[in-house]
T-cell receptor, first 112, second 110 residues
Framework: DAGITQSPRHKVTETGTPVTLRCHQT?????MYWYRQDPGHGLRLIHY???????DKGEVSDGYSVSRSKTEDFLLTLESATSSQTSVYFC???????????FGPGTRLLVL | TQLLEQSPQFLSIQEGENLTVYCNSSSVFSSLQWYRQEPGEGPVLLVTVVTGGEVKKLKRLTFQFGDARKDSSLHITAAQPGDTGLYLC??????????FGPGTRLSVLP
C-alpha cells in the first residue's frame, strides 16, 4: 500500500471556524490532490499540487485553500467552515506521469 | 470536458454469479484505473490499464481496456460477499487531472 496518511480521521466543528486537514506521504510523489466525496456527486477535485509551492484549483475550490511547503505534506484549509462542507475528504498522490492515483484513508468532517 | 459513465449504478447478485460492469466515455484516455472502495475507507487501486485492447486478470477479476481507449469493463467470476463495495473507474491523461466515474455499487449476497 502507498504510504499516505490523513489527519485527523474524524472531526466535528462549528460553522464559521477554520479547519485544516493534513495529508502526509512517504512515497516522494510529485502530485498530490484533495477530493471530497458526497452521495450523488462522487469524487470531486478541490485542489491539487504539482510540486512544492505549486498548486491549482479543481472544480469545487470555493471556500478552500491549500499549501504545500514540503514534498510530503499537503494541507487543506477550510477558511470558515460551512455546513455544505460536511463531507468525506480524501487525499491522493500520483507520480510524475500521473498514470495512477493512490488514496489515503479519508477524513470525515462534520460541520454543525 | 471529459466525462466517464459507469453502468449499472447498482447491482445486487447472489454469491457465485458472474457480473460485468462498464465504464464508458467519448474521450480517449492514456490510462484507466479501477478502484474498489469499502464503507469508511479510501478507494483502493485494483488495476491500471494503459494499452488499447489490454486485458488484465486479478484472481477472479478481469479488466479490459477498449481498443480505442475510451471504455473499459470489469468482469467478476463467481462473485463472493468480499467483492461487495463501490467500484470506481478513473481516466487519466498526462498533464491533465484524473476523471472519475460515479461508481457501481455492488452487493453480493451470501
Amino acid at each position: 500500500d502507498a504510504g499516505i496518511t490523513q489527519s485527523p480521521r474524524h472531526k466535528v466543528t462549528e460553522t464559521g471556524t477554520p479547519v485544516t486537514l493534513r495529508c502526509h506521504q512517504t512515497e516522494n510523489h510529485r502530485y498530490m490532490y484533495w477530493y471530497r466525496q458526497d452521495p450523488g456527486h462522487g469524487l470531486r477535485l478541490i485542489h491539487y499540487s504539482y510540486g512544492v509551492k505549486d498548486t491549482d484549483k479543481g472544480e469545487v475550490s470555493d471556500g478552500y485553500s491549500v499549501s504545500r511547503s514540503k514534498t510530503e505534506d499537503f494541507l487543506l484549509t477550510l477558511e470558515s467552515a460551512t455546513s455544505s462542507q460536511t463531507s468525506v475528504y480524501f487525499c491522493a498522490i500520483a507520480g510524475s506521469y500521473q498514470e495512477t492515483q493512490y488514496f489515503g484513508p479519508g477524513t470525515r468532517l462534520l460541520v454543525l | 470536458t471529459q466525462l466517464l459513465e459507469q453502468s449499472p449504478q447498482f447491482l445486487s447478485i447472489q454469491e457465485g454469479e458472474n457480473l460485468t460492469v462498464y465504464c464508458n466515455s467519448s474521450s480517449v484516455f492514456s490510462s484507466l484505473q479501477w478502484y474498489r472502495q469499502e464503507p469508511g475507507e479510501g478507494p483502493v487501486l485494483l488495476v491500471t490499464v494503459v494499452t488499447g485492447g489490454e486485458v488484465k486478470k486479478l484472481k477472479r477479476l478481469t479488466f479490459q481496456f477498449g481498443d480505442a481507449r475510451k471504455d473499459s469493463s470489469l468482469h467478476i467470476t463467481a462473485a463472493q460477499p468480499g467483492d461487495t463495495g463501490l467500484y470506481l473507474c478513473a481516466g487519466a491523461n498526462y498533464g491533465q487531472n484524473f476523471v472519475f466515474g460515479p461508481g457501481t455499487r455492488l452487493s453480493v449476497l451470501p
